[in-house]
Structure formats: structure tokens, C-alpha cells
């Protein structure tokens, strides 16, 4: 099994990044590190799909010339498909950090913590606060 | 000299620990009482004034509730499942079609007429320029909408800020110092500006020729804007891109791949005829929709960009 | 295209584009007298009376009842591909009537909840919201559903955070912490699946995986790959350990918001995964890889668990939220006996509930207005008589859940357990649907009460203006689906189960 993991040598760098970043996405309590995971995560993908797509010994896949021709035997390039792929996923991956770090500023805003747990207890104590406000509202009217 | 050391690592890494001064004894200015929902004032007779800190709080909290058992448990058991997905899909990596090799399942009959084809079919010589804006333009189409969408997105969170309290800013921009007489930074953004903006242009127009395309071409030019938001003022930038500009320009340019690209599925789904030229193979204007599609997503990439810094650090565009 | 005419044949390149092309529009229409919503509306109609025409036409057109739709001038595995069938078609109409009813019920009380310069982007969200389930429910390619599901992701995030306030915005991030997740583990789980087949397009993936089971290559791949992307789909279709994002999202945001995410989002990720077991790996290999038991096991717990914590539950939305997790468990059981007959029950469960469950909150949302704004289940009481259409809202939804006969919820558990019959997980199922039918009316019915009850005191504070003609034409619309999915739901069951057999 190791030979086949040294033979798949970027594959398997690419799952123990996506790993680190899943970790990152579950464990951390810091939104900020939460998103860092999930670009981590995004970035372990890319790097599969662009093992995934190369052929060793190949170009890249952009039209060469030779004596005046285009070279256009599929022996010559790599595969094209993963670079597309890549391309759509960044695009993906850009977009959901930009939203991710926005709600994060808000709920720093708001709560004043990154912390979501945090966040959570300073909205019950919010809570317990208004339902204390309303009761001793209701007994300054009764007194 | 070793304390000052131990000083400076100690401060590193309570930062990386998430351990550093805690914001509310830190960001809140002292002066102007600000309006914030988390800041509650000590003369509200209703009101709780806390002494510890949040996280104080928070551990206490966990005490209270004998959570902290579950937070661990929470804790080690997702490194646990985490640990046994990465042997999982170690052990499936190494059950995978060897690296880099031509007999493997991804290289079949489609890479081949991608490869072999492509260059007459789409008029690209960048074969994945070919691939994403012809071939598979629906998944391209689909991820430009996610950026617009995310667009969309973060300004309506973002700008609900300034909706609140047109005058004030927002504590966490408070920090932001900005000084317009800066002469070097002004200097050498006059310089290397429309050096970027050419880059990002030849990135766009090329994008069917070379590596490139409107994606990164965008990028380049969205750059562009932020230097020059830098050095001059974002006032300076929004003289000729504001919000209104940025809406109109990237619906526009979204509304153009949307008709355009809509036309060409038309006619392909209905084995129409379709009227757009592909043009010489290696040419500036050839390869059909790939150089229009190109400039539109460049402008909405570039316009994005921009977008997310400007309500990122002002909270306005 | 000989069967069918070609107006039919591009209804569901049309009606995707027609949502794309109107949320693009909306930002730069003018912002007042609620245009955005209008427009909306009306774009929603005609994509339902597109899908409306081109069931009728895929019903009507002979032998051949599917067809797919080239996107471009390349043929399917080079370029991607739209297919269209009578499931799709079915769903994409019901997507349309319940988005439709949800925005025009809540027309009012989104007035209320959100800003006006935020009105335009809601409607912007919600049109790339229906477009991303429309193309979720049509797309033929994996990478393209993966596009969309991101989409939809976004979109569903921040019409949580419309509504402006602390909790939305928790709610709103973890609900995305999740559903990244979940996103991360499907591309994961696409990237393998593109290894092992070198496609992405639905059938030709199914054609490799079948020569990859017979010659017993790659197994362990292929399984991972399975787990992953039905874990992926299963959180974003919070099945039941991975729901715990859904209260809080689904309980906090406005009312329009959570019918739309109860009734629809989940579903688009439900659908996409059932297109995924039918189409790409199909049924045997399925059953061969064992996910059919895992499916089945946590539906049964999801409907048990989902329904107890809705029992514990004090604020009306949070309890209904909680029993959308039980009913996500029965839809998944329904997969989870893994023939034709269960999926079909499960997609009727789908509809079903995608009707019910907007009624639902739309009820929820009339009777909270009417008791001033108090989400409590103990403010409700005797908003029966302020708001009646709500109250015969709540009912009937009520009524739907625990599967009272003639009410919607009925037809579908009745195909479940018709369905659960030829599966050997027979006991097991039809005492998971029996106790969770019991759960469901041990919290609906005291809701029903509580607003029933007369009660003196409360009724001289509710000073909330009369419910709108919106509102009650929604209602009556909702409650006349109801019983239509009650009392006929035979020939749309025909229908659907001849869908899955094509699918």
C-alpha cells in the first residue's frame, strides 16, 4: 500500500490537506480559522484534480505550432478537463469566503466574538436580560 | 533582550491561539458611546454589567452546565472522525489509478476530441479556454452566477452598516488610516496602474490564445482598482465606480453571457444555424463567443473584487 | 423532438434561463412599489405554467416519455446536457407552486421583517434560488449540479441573514459552516467518481460504474466515493445528525425564508441525491454497496428524534422546524428500501411536503402577527378567531403530518407503507412510521388547541391589521393542494413512479 500511496504521491498529500482543512472547518471554535480550513479543504481538492488530469511527459493544453501546423494530436496534452474544473472551484471557493467573512463581521458586530459557542451565550444572556427587563417592568406597574 | 524575545513569542502565539486582548476591552473606542447591541450601558438599571470577559463567561457557562465533558467529547471525537476520513481516503488514494498515467480512465474519448477537435469546433487555441466557455459554458455560466450571487450577498450584509447609522462608522473600521498626502505610495501607483490595467486587459483579450481569461485577467484589473483606492482615497475611486456603477456594470456584462450564451444553446439544442463566426485559429478576434463571453466576465470579476475590499474595509462602495 | 414539439422540448432550458435572467434584471429595477417581488412573482408563474405544459406534453407524447436537451452544439459527453422526464417535470411545477405561494402568503409580513433597500437582493436571491433548483432538478452533469448546489448554498445562507438581527446572522453562519461541509465532501466525492469513470455526465458514469462492479475494480473507491457524497447531500438535506443547523436557520429567519428553505431547498438536495443513486451508481450497485440500510437506519432514526425534539420545543416556528428533520426521515426511508416503489413514495413525500410545509410556516407566521409578534406557543392562544385562514392552515397542515386520512400527509405514508412491504426492513418500517405518526400528533394536536382555545384576556390585545387577500388566497390555494395530494394522489403516484423507472 505505501508503494501505490509514493506512486499517488500527490493524491495523497491532497487527501491529508483536505483532512487538516476538514479538521479545521469541524474543530475550531474561530470563525476566522473555520473559513481558513475551508480554503484549506478547497485548495487540497484543486491540487487532486490537477494530479488527476496530468500525464506524464505531456504539455500543457494550449495549441502549439510545428512547421507552420497546429499540433493537434491528443497524445501531446495533458488533460484539459481538471484545469476547468479548477477554474470553476477557485471561482466557487472565492465566493464562499467572501459571504463566510461577511456573516463573520456581522456576528462580530453584533456579538462581539468570533466564537460561535461565545455568541450563543451572549444571545441567552441577551434573552435572560430582556425577560428580567419585562418582569421588573410589570412589578414597577403593579407597585 | 531574552525576555523581550519571550515577550514578543509569548504575544505571537496568544495570537495564533485566539488568546490575544479580547475585543471588548480592546475595539470599543472609550470616547463615543457606541450604538452597538453588544454593548450594554452600566446606567441601564435592567441591564447585566459584565466584569469577565466573554470567554470567562463561557467557561463558567460550561461549568454550570457539566458541558465541558461534551465539549471535549465534542472535541475528540471529531479529530477522531477526521483522522479515520483521511485513512480512509489514503487507503482509497492508494487504490487509485496510478498517477500520471496515459491509460487512465480520465483520458478517454472525450479528452480526444477536446484535444483533437477542439481548436476547429470552439476556434480556441487554449484548449481549456475552448473547454469551459464553449463546450461546458452552462458549468461557466453557473460560476459566474456564484460570484454575482455572493456579490449580491455581501453587499446586502455588509451595507446594512451604514443603513443603520448613516453618519457613523462601524468599529471595526475605525481602524482603517488612511493619509492622502502619502507622495511615494502616490507615486508609484501612478506609475504601475496602467501598467496593471494593461496587463489585466492583455490577460482578458488573450484569454483564448494563452493562459488567461476573464477570471484572472479580472483579478489583475480588480487590483488595479484597490491600489488606486489605496493611494488616492476610496472618495477618488467612487468619483467613477460606485455602487450604482458596479450593479449596472455587472449586471450588464452578466446579462450579455446570459443572452448571448442562451442564443448559442438555443440554436445548438435545436440544430439550428448559428450566425457567430469562429474566425481564424491563433487570431485576436476569432473563436466565436469565447473573446465577448471573456471581456464580460473580466468586468464582473474585476468589479467584484473591488466590491468585496471596498465593503470589506469601508463598509461602502 | 419527434414526440414532443419543440416549444416543449426547450421548457426546461427556458425556464431556467427565464429565473437566471430575471434575478439579473432585478438589481437594476427600480426599488419601490415593490417591484422586485412583483416581477418575481410573475417570473414564477411562467416558469409553473411552462412546467405545467411540458408535463402535459410528456404525458401525452407516446412511448418515449424522457429526452435530453444539449446545452450548446455538442453532443452529451462533450458538453453539458439537460434531461427532462415526468418526475422532473412534476417537480419543477411543485417547486414553483409552493415558491410562488410562499412569497405571495408572506408579501406583508416580508414588508415587515425586512429592510427596504434589502428587498431588492431578497428577490434577487430568491429568483437564483428557484433558477438553481430548477437546474438541480433538470441537470444531467454532475460537475454542473455541484455549480448549482453552491448556488443554492449562497442563496439559502443569506436569505436567512435578511432579516436583520443577532440571531439571523448566527443562524445564517451555521447554517454555511454545515453546509460547506457538506459541499466539500461532494466535490471530494466528485473529483473520485471523475478518477475512477473519466466522465461527469450522469449516464456515462453509470455505464463505467457498471463495468467497474463486474470486473471488481476499484471497490473501495467506488464505496468511499458513494459515502461521501451521500453524507455531503445528507447534511445538506439535514438528515437527522447532521441537522442540528436546521432550527436555528429555519426558526429565526423570516417567514417567507423558511418556507422557502423547509418546503424547497432541502428537496433540490434530496432530488439530486436520488438522481445519483438512480442514475449514476443505479439501484444494485446500491444495495451492493450497503448505503440502502445506512439510508434506511438514519431515516428511521431522523423521523424518531427529529419528532422528539420537536416535542420539547416552546416557540411554534422552532417545533415545525424540528419536524421538517422528522419528515427529511421519512423521505430518506422511503430511499432507503431502495426499489421503485419506496423512491416513488419518497418523491411523493417530497411534493407533499414541499406543499405542506410552506403552509405551514405561512400559518405559523398569520397566527404570530395576529398575537402581536409572540412566537410562543403559549401567545397563540385563541388566534384561531383573529386569524381564521391561519388557523385552518394550521390545522390542516397538522392534520397532514400525523397522516389523518383525506389530508396530504396520509397519501404519502400510505405509499410508504405500501411501499416498505417488499423490502425486509418491513417491522422496522411500519413501526418507525407508526410511532413517528404518534410523536408527530403528541406536539401538533396540543398546537391545535392552544389555538382553539378561547380566551378572553388575549383576544383585546391582538390589535394586528386583518390578514390580507394575499394571504388568504395563498391559504386557500395551499389548502386546496392539500386535499388534492389527499384525496387524488393515485394518478400523480402513476405518474411519478413511471418517472423513476426512467430516471
Redesign the interface.
Known amino acids: 500500500m505505501l508503494e501505490k500511496l509514493l506512486l499517488n504521491h500527490y493524491e495523497a498529500a491532497a487527501v491529508i490537506l483536505s483532512g487538516i482543512g476538514l479538521t479545521n472547518l469541524l474543530l475550531q471554535r474561530n470563525l476566522i480559522k473555520k473559513i481558513i480550513g475551508l480554503n484549506i479543504m478547497d485548495t487540497a481538492v484543486y491540487l487532486f484534480l490537477a494530479a488527476k488530469g496530468y500525464v506524464a511527459g505531456r504539455a500543457a493544453p494550449i495549441l502549439f505550432e510545428e512547421g507552420g501546423k497546429w499540433v493537434t494530436n491528443p497524445d501531446v496534452y495533458v488533460n484539459p478537463v481538471p484545469a476547468g474544473l479548477v477554474l470553476t472551484g477557485i471561482v466557487v471557493s472565492v465566493s464562499v469566503t467572501a459571504f463566510a467573512l461577511a456573516l463573520t463581521l456581522r456576528l462580530y458586530e453584533h456579538y462581539g466574538t468570533l466564537n460561535i459557542d461565545e455568541a450563543l451565550l451572549k444571545m441567552t444572556e441577551q434573552q435572560e436580560d430582556i425577560e428580567a427587563k419585562v418582569s421588573q417592568a410589570e412589578e414597577d406597574v403593579l407597585a | 533582550m531574552n525576555e523581550e524575545l519571550r515577550n514578543i513569542w509569548t504575544q505571537f502565539f496568544n495570537w495564533v491561539m485566539?488568546n490575544g486582548p479580547r475585543?471588548?476591552n480592546e475595539?470599543?473606542p472609550p470616547e463615543p458611546p457606541p450604538a452597538?447591541?453588544?454593548?450594554?450601558k452600566p446606567e441601564d438599571k435592567?441591564?447585566?454589567f459584565h466584569e469577565a470577559t466573554?470567554?470567562e463567561?463561557?467557561n463558567q457557562?460550561l461549568e454550570l452546565h457539566g458541558l465541558h465533558i461534551f465539549s471535549s467529547l465534542y472535541?475528540g471525537l471529531?479529530?477522531l472522525?477526521?483522522?479515520v476520513?483521511?485513512c480512509?481516503?489514503?487507503?482509497?488514494?492508494?487504490?487509485?489509478?496510478?498517477?500520471?498515467?496515459?491509460r487512465?480512465?480520465?483520458?478517454?474519448?472525450?479528452?480526444?476530441?477536446?484535444?483533437?477537435?477542439g481548436?476547429h469546433?470552439t476556434g480556441a487555441?487554449?484548449?481549456?479556454a475552448g473547454?469551459?466557455l464553449?463546450?461546458?459554458?452552462?458549468?461557466?455560466?453557473?460560476?459566474?452566477?456564484?460570484?454575482?450571487?455572493?456579490?449580491?450577498?455581501?453587499?446586502?450584509?455588509?451595507?446594512?452598516?451604514r443603513?443603520n447609522k448613516p453618519d457613523k462608522k462601524?468599529?471595526?473600521m475605525r481602524h482603517h488610516v488612511f493619509r492622502k498626502d502619502d507622495a511615494i505610495l502616490q507615486g508609484i501607483a501612478s506609475l504601475s496602474i496602467p501598467v496593471i490595467l494593461m496587463m489585466g486587459c492583455v490577460v482578458v483579450i488573450n484569454g483564448h490564445?494563452?493562459?488567461g481569461g476573464g477570471?484572472s485577467g479580472g483579478a489583475i484589473l480588480s487590483t488595479a482598482l484597490i491600489l488606486a483606492a489605496n493611494a488616492y482615497g476610496f472618495e477618488r475611486v467612487h468619483e467613477f465606480f460606485s455602487e450604482r456603477t458596479f450593479?449596472?456594470s455587472s449586471?450588464?456584462a452578466?446579462?450579455i453571457y446570459?443572452?448571448s450564451k442562451?442564443y448559442?444553446?438555443?440554436?445548438?439544442?435545436?440544430h439550428l444555424h448559428?450566425i457567430i463566426p469562429k474566425g481564424t485559429?491563433?487570431d485576436i478576434l476569432s473563436a466565436g463567443l469565447i473573446l465577448p463571453l471573456d471581456i464580460c466576465v473580466g468586468l464582473i470579476?474585476a468589479g467584484t473584487?473591488y466590491g468585496?475590499y471596498a465593503?470589506?474595509s469601508e463598509g461602502e462602495m | 423532438m419527434n414526440e414532443i414539439s419543440m416549444f416543449a422540448f426547450n421548457i426546461p432550458f427556458v425556464s431556467i434561463f427565464l429565473m437566471m435572467i430575471s434575478a439579473i434584471i432585478t438589481p437594476l429595477i427600480p426599488n419601490r412599489n415593490r417591484l422586485p417581488e412583483k416581477l418575481s412573482c410573475w417570473v414564477i408563474s411562467i416558469v409553473g405554467v411552462l412546467s405545467a405544459y411540458l408535463l402535459y406534453a410528456l404525458t401525452n407524447s407516446g412511448q418515449s416519455i424522457t429526452f435530453n436537451f444539449a446545452m450548446g452544439h455538442f453532443p452529451a459527453p462533450w458538453g453539458n446536457e439537460l434531461r427532462a422526464g415526468p418526475l422532473e417535470a412534476v417537480l419543477s411545477l411543485v417547486f414553483c407552486i409552493a415558491m410562488l405561494l410562499s412569497l405571495l402568503g408572506n408579501f406583508s409580513s416580508t414588508q415587515e421583517d425586512i429592510a427596504p433597500a434589502r428587498r431588492n437582493i431578497f428577490c434577487v436571491l430568491v429568483n437564483l434560488l428557484t433558477a438553481s433548483l430548477l437546474a438541480l432538478t433538470y441537470t444531467n452533469d454532475l460537475f454542473t449540479a455541484y455549480v448549482f448546489i453552491e448556488i443554492n448554498t449562497i442563496a439559502a445562507c443569506s436569505i436567512v441573514a435578511v432579516k436583520e438581527g443577532a440571531e439571523t446572522v448566527r443562524a445564517a453562519l451555521r447554517y454555511l459552516v454545515m453546509s460547506l461541509v457538506g459541499s466539500g465532501l461532494v466535490m471530494i466525492s466528485i473529483c473520485l467518481l471523475y478518477g475512477l469513470t473519466g466522465h461527469l455526465l450522469m449516464q456515462n458514469m453509470h455505464g463505467a460504474i457498471q463495468v467497474l462492479v463486474t470486473t471488481q475494480n476499484y471497490m473501495m473507491p467506488l464505496t468511499v466515493s458513494l459515502a461521501l457524497i451521500t453524507v455531503g447531500l445528507a447534511i445538506k438535506s439535514a438528515l437527522y445528525p447532521f441537522a442540528a443547523w436546521l432550527p436555528d436557520a429555519h426558526g429565526s429567519s423570516t417567514n417567507a425564508s423558511s418556507a422557502i428553505l423547509s418546503g424547497l431547498v432541502l428537496k433540490g438536495h434530496i432530488f439530486i441525491l436520488i438522481k445519483i443513486f438512480c442514475r449514476v451508481f443505479g439501484l444494485d450497485v446500491i444495495h451492493a454497496l450497503r448505503m440502502d440500510t445506512v439510508i434506511f437506519i438514519l431515516g428511521v432514526v431522523a423521523m424518531i428524534i427529529g419528532s422528539v425534539h420537536a416535542l420539547r420545543q416552546k416557540n411554534v416556528k422552532r417545533m415545525i422546524a424540528w419536524s421538517s428533520v422528522a419528515q427529511v426521515g421519512y423521505i430518506f426511508l422511503g430511499v432507503g428500501l431502495n426499489t421503485i416503489a419506496g423512491i416513488a413514495a419518497a418523491c411523493l413525500h417530497i411534493i407533499v411536503h414541499a406543499t405542506v410545509k410552506p403552509m405551514l410556516f405561512t400559518a405559523a407566521g398569520g397566527l404570530s402577527s395576529a398575537a402581536g409578534h409572540k412566537k410562543g406557543l403559549h401567545a397563540l392562544m385563541g388566534t384561531f378567531y383573529v386569524n381564521r385562514w391561519a388557523g385552518l392552515g394550521l390545522i390542516a397542515g397538522a392534520c397532514s403530518m400525523m397522516g389523518v386520512p383525506a389530508f396530504a400527509g396520509f397519501a404519502s405514508k400510505l405509499s410508504l407503507m405500501l411501499a416498505s412491504f417488499d423490502s425486509p426492513f418491513v417491522a422496522w418500517s411500519l413501526a418507525a412510521l407508526a410511532a413517528s405518526s404518534v410523536l408527530n400528533a403528541l406536539y401538533y394536536v396540543p398546537a391545535v388547541i392552544v389555538i382553539m382555545t378561547h380566551s378572553k384576556d388575549a383576544q383585546k390585545n391582538f390589535t394586528a391589521p386583518p390578514p390580507t387577500k394575499l394571504y388568504n388566497f395563498s391559504m386557500l390555494a395551499f389548502l386546496i393542494l392539500n386535499f388534492y395530494l389527499g384525496l387524488f394522489c393515485m394518478p400523480l403516484l402513476r405518474l411519478i413512479t413511471r418517472g423513476v423507472n426512467v430516471l
Open positions: 485566539g475585543p471588548e475595539v470599543i452597538l447591541p453588544f454593548t450594554q435592567y441591564s447585566r466573554l470567554k463567561r463561557y457557562w472535541s471529531s479529530v472522525t477526521c483522522i476520513i483521511v480512509l481516503l489514503l487507503a482509497t488514494v492508494a487504490e487509485l489509478p496510478p498517477f500520471g498515467h496515459e487512465n480512465p480520465a483520458n478517454n474519448e472525450v479528452i480526444r476530441r477536446y484535444v483533437q477537435y481548436w469546433e487555441q487554449n484548449i481549456v473547454l469551459i464553449d463546450y461546458r459554458a452552462f458549468d461557466t455560466f453557473g460560476e459566474s452566477s456564484v460570484l454575482f450571487t455572493a456579490a449580491c450577498s455581501v453587499l446586502m450584509i455588509l451595507s446594512a452598516t443603513s462601524s468599529p471595526l490564445l494563452s493562459p477570471f450593479i449596472v449586471s450588464t452578466l446579462m446570459a443572452l442562451g448559442s444553446f438555443f440554436t445548438g439544442a435545436n448559428s485559429v491563433g470579476v473584487l468585496f465593503l470589506f
